[in-house]
């Protein structure tokens, strides 16, 4: 194990670096500033993110910020797994290893989506950004999670409560389908170890943590009855 620390040390590194950097691209202030001359941080909510950009803006920078958001995440996971995977080879590790890269890739990519540093470190709240990294990385944990989202969504209408909810079931999520599906069965991953069950389930309830953390302006509007329901801006 600490040899594989020493080994990945360089490309943990790497990985973070560029997808932090890959994060921090604000495409809701971009497309904002592009589209209608604002900068969306002073409206609405003040959130850098689609929802926002939707309520206060309209659909056409939403659409592209909705977009935008999910390919950053998508590539920062498809560019750990590429750099892991070359490490992986040069080191004759276990391929799980490069599902660390995924991971490590998608988490840095959504700090650099709450914390850009190009815009004052004031951004997103990183729930679509993680929304690609789960997809990409596990299937099985995306349908939970986006099912966990439509479900509260469709009976409350308000995207931070459903937001939160399904934030809060990607760490149960991952590690109940790691650990029993995966490990406990070895039949569909047998590379699978315990270590890799804890370590990413420790990731994902960190990621959790964070993307609630973010909320916590809405959880207050939410506990005084003030939270708004979606509703959408048709002038653009």
């Known amino acids: 194990m600490f040899g594989y620390v020493k080994d990945f040390a360089l490309p943990t590194v ?111 709240k990183g729930v679509l950004t993680s929304a690609a990294m789960i997809a990409l990385i596990d299937w099985r944990v995306f349908i939970v999670v986006i099912s966990i989202f439509i479900i509260v969504f469709l009976i409350t209408r308000i995207v931070s409560l459903s937001s939160m909810l ?28 315990l270590t890799y069950v804890w370590v990413t389930s420790v990731i994902a309830l960190i990621m959790a943590l964070t993307i609630i953390y973010e909320h916590r302006s809405n959880i207050e509007r939410i506990k005084n009855g003030t939270e708004k329901k979606l509703t959408i801006n048709h002038k653009s």
């Open 166 to 193: 399904a934030a809060g079931s990607f760490p149960i999520a991952t590690f109940l389908i790691t650990y029993f599906l995966d490990y406990r069965s070895g039949s569909l991953s047998p590379e699978v170890t």
């Open 14 to 124: 790497i990985v973070a670096i560029i997808s932090y950097l890959l994060g921090s691209i604000s495409f809701s202030i971009i497309f904002t500033k592009l589209f209608n001359k604002v900068d969306i941080r002073t409206m609405g909510s003040g959130n850098a993110g689609a929802t926002n950009v939707l309520r206060s803006v309209g659909t056409k920078a939403a659409i592209f910020t909705f977009i935008f958001d999910f390919l950053k995440g998508a590539i920062s996971v498809i560019i750990g797994k590429a750099v892991f995977g070359y490490f992986c080879d040069m080191a004759d590790a276990s391929l799980m290893i490069v599902q660390y890269g995924a991971y490590i890739a998608g988490m840095a990519c959504v700090i650099g989506h709450i914390y850009p540093i190009y815009f004052g470190f004031k951004g997103g």
